[in-house]
């Protein structure tokens, strides 16, 4: 299984800021996600990093406000703009690797806009 | 899109009890169903999963059973310790991009 790496593994931001999240994996991996875990709730789908191209995002989530780089296979960024209170959650990335298709996650960022 | 339903939200079992917890999902198109297990703070982690050509797997102690036709699946997990407490989720995607939709999860409480 493929080894997830992010950076940081927490942040406390002002409102208003922007905080950018990194996430590494250890193997080439065909597909890279982005979700959000508000505490005590279920996994949500931000988007899907693209190498080299724009990312796909779902719906409620927009580029100007999360804005994903993804420069080679094994690095993602996400950033989180302009932040406010309702931005306070843990983003995860994900990879999927190229034998069967299993996803497996980064251990998070903790994220409290104050 | 795709929408999954988990239940129960909350399950407490005595240990060495069976623990059942089943999803049913809307897209027909679905044909890969993971299960994810959720300690406190920690990261989501893949405990098995099921594709839509088979009906059932099973590893150790832990199964899961795909019924396409009704559109429901569900993760069974027979001798529970208090280790197998945790937050489990499950999820669908269609085709090969994978996309999941998770359910809401369910906390498994197992009591020594």
């Known amino acids: 299984s493929a080894v997830i790496s992010q950076k940081p593994s927490r942040d406390i931001c002002q409102r208003g800021t922007s905080l950018t999240i990194q996430c590494q994996v250890d193997?080439?991996?065909?597909?890279m996600f982005w979700y959000r875990q508000q505490p005590g709730q279920s996994l949500t789908l931000i988007a899907t990093?693209?190498?080299?191209?724009?990312?796909?995002?779902e719906s409620g989530f927009v580029i100007d406000k999360f804005p994903i780089s993804r420069p080679n296979l094994t690095f993602s960024t996400l950033t989180v703009s302009n932040m406010s209170p309702e931005d306070s959650s843990i983003y995860l990335c994900?990879?999927?690797?190229?034998?069967?298709?299993?996803?497996?996650f980064g251990p998070g960022t903790r994220l409290t806009v104050t | 899109g795709e929408n999954v339903e988990q239940h129960p939200s909350t399950l407490s079992v005595q240990e060495g009890d069976s623990a059942v917890i089943k999803c049913t999902y809307s897209?027909?198109?679905?044909?890969?169903f993971p299960w994810y297990k959720q300690e406190l703070g920690k990261r989501p982690q893949l405990i098995i999963d099921?594709?839509?050509?088979?009906g059932e797997k099973k590893d150790q102690r832990i199964a899961v059973t795909l019924n396409k036709t009704a559109k429901h699946f569900s993760l069974h997990i027979t001798e529970t310790q208090p280790e197998d407490s945790a937050v489990y989720f499950c999820?669908?995607?269609?085709?090969?991009?994978?996309?999941?939709?998770f359910g809401k999860g369910t906390l498994l409480t197992v009591n020594p």
């Open positions: 193997s080439q991996v065909t597909m």
């Open positions: 990093a693209n190498q080299g191209s724009e990312a796909t995002y």
């Open positions: 099921i594709r839509s050509n088979v």
């Open positions: 994900s990879g999927t690797g190229t034998g069967h298709g299993e996803q497996y």
């Open positions: 897209d027909s198109a679905s044909n890969y």
């Open positions: 999820a669908a995607a269609i085709g090969s991009n994978y996309k999941l939709t």
